[in-house]
């Protein structure tokens, strides 16, 4: 199993630019979730998606839009890219078990805004 | 509004000098507690779900206890492959995310 994974690993935009960030995973989770990781302000939550045909905003959604394509894929699209945007993207999946719940991360997406 | 504050923000150990790492949290409904462990350039990689007061998990040289206000990463005899960047975050009843803390980064010399 790959697990969760993400694409592209690196990307380098201009200022106003538009990109699709991709999410896939293969362990048949319901949830899906985007994060932003940033020095000094931990991993936040831009996105996350229930279950497939939902979604919803997190802690930081403002200049983002997600798509969930179906149960294993979940894009995240920046449609004006920004400076303030530049961070490292992770998704990641999760899924509750009876009594037990995990959350697994897929490798990250290093994007710069200049 | 949940909070999770860790600290050191960053620990030096020799190696086989055994420390703790603190998580403390105010949630609205404790569902569970998660432990990352995240490398230089990639993902958090899952550790442990800690789920009522009282609980311990552990793995390998890790531990990992949980209070009614706070977690503990017992690191006993750490080597340098456990250097890393140990991550708490907090999952509520009322919803679907995690809120996560700061991280402590951890450096083990040999």
């Known amino acids: 199993n790959a697990g969760v994974t993400q694409t592209p690993k690196f990307q380098v935009l201009k200022t106003g630019q538009s990109m699709t960030l991709q999410c896939a995973q293969d362990m048949n989770h319901n949830s899906m979730y985007w994060y932003r990781q940033d020095p000094g302000m931990g991993l936040r939550l831009i996105y996350y998606?229930?279950?497939?045909?939902?979604?919803d905003k997190g802690e930081v959604p403002n200049g983002y839009n997600v798509s969930r394509l179906n149960k294993r894929e979940f894009s995240l699209r920046l449609e004006s890219a920004a400076p303030s945007q530049t961070s490292v993207y992770f998704c990641?999946?999760?899924?509750?078990?009876?009594?037990?719940?995990?959350?697994?991360f897929g490798p990250g997406t290093r994007l710069t805004v200049t | 509004e949940d909070q999770v504050t860790q600290s050191p923000e960053a620990l030096r150990l020799q190696e086989g000098e055994s420390s703790s790492l603190n998580c403390s949290y105010t949630v609205s409904g404790l569902r569970g507690l998660f432990w990352y462990r995240q490398d230089p350039g990639k993902g958090p990689e899952f550790l442990f779900t800690l789920y009522s007061a009282g609980e311990e998990k552990e793995k390998e040289r890790l531990k990992a206890t949980l209070t009614k206000k706070e977690s503990f990463l017992h690191i006993t005899a750490p080597k340098p492959e456990d250097s890393a960047t140990y991550l708490c975050?907090?999952?509520?009843?009322?919803?679907?995310?995690?809120?996560f803390g700061g991280g402590t980064r951890l450096m083990v010399k040999p």
């Open positions: 990641a999946s999760s899924e509750v078990r009876g009594a037990d719940y995990e959350q697994y």
């Open positions: 975050a907090v999952f509520n009843n009322a919803g679907n995310m995690l809120t």
């Open positions: 998606s229930a279950s497939e045909g939902t979604t």
